[in-house]
């Protein structure tokens, strides 16, 4: 009897610790994701944009047996969703070349899952843009006008087109005044509305209001397309299966919606165009000059 009671005791506590790894495991697919974004547009317009990704993303994951929930965050600056991903509050985002730059320097833990794929080209376009009817045609006249800027944290509302005007000898003492307007349909509108006279945005943003606000192009300058990215610490599987999904992304609704082709994979190396061309910042201080 006392051998008995000890081989089904020993037998118990073997399947016990057999048991320890499958239980891990299916608590590990148990997850919350949040996916964070900034306010670069309204908060309808984000939610509008993201929602269908959310979804998409969750649906995909849990097909492959991860039983997850993917709820979005919209952080109301760049720099508290900069913040959200280094503190790893976030588990995934898709951020500005910059914001990506300005986070890894912080916490070199995160990780590239993919870039957005451009119709087969891994950049896009900025644009440096004026009314239709101002007597401005190039780079030299922006000399002494004012100009209208888009977020401090920005890549084409920003860092970017000031590394344009600096090749051309244009640093910010050089304006007449300019500001950081924050959205860069602010900055459209307010070229439109002639409270400045020049303004940078993404070529999106340019596209859309051209016609309607009479703007008109003085240069075009490229920029390394946005990366999605991952929290330090996001289990490899995990990290693995999100990336896999993310590159068999085909459903053009989804890709209508960033107005890409699909998602590549990328390496840090492909935003060192970006660390170059920030480095003009510091001729253009956040705080106005005039």
């Known amino acids: 009897m006392v051998y008995r009671s000890f081989f089904h005791t020993l037998m118990l506590m073997f399947l016990l610790v057999a048991l320890i790894p499958i239980q891990a495991t299916a608590e590990h697919t148990k997850n919350t994701l949040t996916f964070g974004v900034y306010d670069y547009l309204r908060a309808n317009e984000l939610y509008e944009k993201f929602g269908p990704f959310r979804d998409y993303i969750q649906k995909k994951l849990n097909a492959q047996g991860w039983d997850v929930r993917i709820q979005a965050k919209i952080y109301p600056s760049y720099e508290k969703a900069i913040d959200a991903l280094v503190e790893g509050e976030v588990d995934f985002t898709r951020f500005g070349p910059v914001s990506y730059v300005l986070a890894k320097d ?10 957005e794929n451009n119709f087969g080209k891994k950049y896009f376009k900025g644009v440096v843009f004026v009314k239709y009817d101002s007597p401005i045609q190039t780079l030299a006249d922006v000399e002494g006008k004012t100009m209208a800027f888009g977020n401090e944290y920005s890549t084409t509302g920003r860092y970017l087109p000031q590394a344009v005007l600096k090749r051309s000898g244009i640093i910010g003492t050089h304006l007449a005044g300019y500001d950081y307007l924050g959205k860069h349909d602010t900055v459209a509108l307010s070229v439109y509305q002639r409270n400045y006279e020049v303004g940078a945005v993404n070529e999106n943003t340019f596209n859309k209001y051209k016609e309607r606000f009479g703007l008109r ?7 390394v397309t946005k990366p999605w990215i991952a929290r330090k610490g996001m289990d490899v599987e995990l990290f693995e299966a999100l990336q896999k999904v993310l590159l068999e992304l085909q459903d053009k609704k989804l890709l209508n919606i ?7 994979l990328t390496e840090d190396s492909e935003y060192d165009m970006i660390r170059k061309g920030m480095s003009a910042g510091s001729d253009f201080p956040s705080k106005r000059v005039k």
């Open 106 to 115: 912080r916490n070199p833990g995160i990780r590239l899952l993919a870039m």
């Open 258 to 264: 960033i107005e890409r082709s699909g998602l590549i």
């Open 217 to 223: 192009s003085i240069t075009t300058f490229p920029c």
